[in-house]
């Protein structure tokens, strides 16, 4: 059984930082891409960050030049470091994940999602 869990996310105000963790765990045999979703109230989940196994990390317009996404691939771990946050990056943020596992049935590839972190920036 695979699980993604997010944790870190708070209350701060405008112009302050969090950093977001997400840990992958279950039978995992490696991970290809990860990615940070957010998802405003009434409004669609939207791409916040990428980054491939390799470490190649692409962003969504808003957040260039303040979000940071890493990874350690030995711990299955993503984080995303956010900086001179924005009332407007109020979200529940969602881990993401293509993976490949192994279970009773063999190897498979699926990708999972985290339950979300809740992100609340005061102005």
């Known amino acids: 059984q695979v699980q993604l869990v997010e944790s870190g996310g708070d209350l701060v105000q405008a112009g302050g930082s969090l950093r977001l963790s997400c840990v992958a765990s279950?039978?995992?045999?490696?991970?290809?891409?990860m990615d940070w979703y957010r998802q405003a109230p009434g409004m669609q989940r939207e791409l916040v960050a990428r980054?491939?196994?390799?470490?190649?990390?692409n962003y969504g317009e808003s957040v260039k030049g303040r979000f940071t996404i890493s990874r350690d691939n030995a711990k299955n771990t993503m984080f995303l470091e956010m900086n001179s946050l924005k009332a407007e990056d109020t979200a529940v943020y969602y881990c993401?994940?293509?993976?490949?596992?192994?279970?009773?049935?063999?190897?498979?590839?699926?990708?999972?999602w985290g339950q979300g972190t809740q992100v609340t920036v005061s102005s």
């Open positions: 993401h994940a293509d993976l490949l596992y192994a279970d009773s049935e063999g190897i498979g590839r699926k990708d999972y």
């Open positions: 980054i491939t196994s390799g470490g190649s990390t």
């Open positions: 279950g039978s995992i045999l490696s991970i290809s891409t």
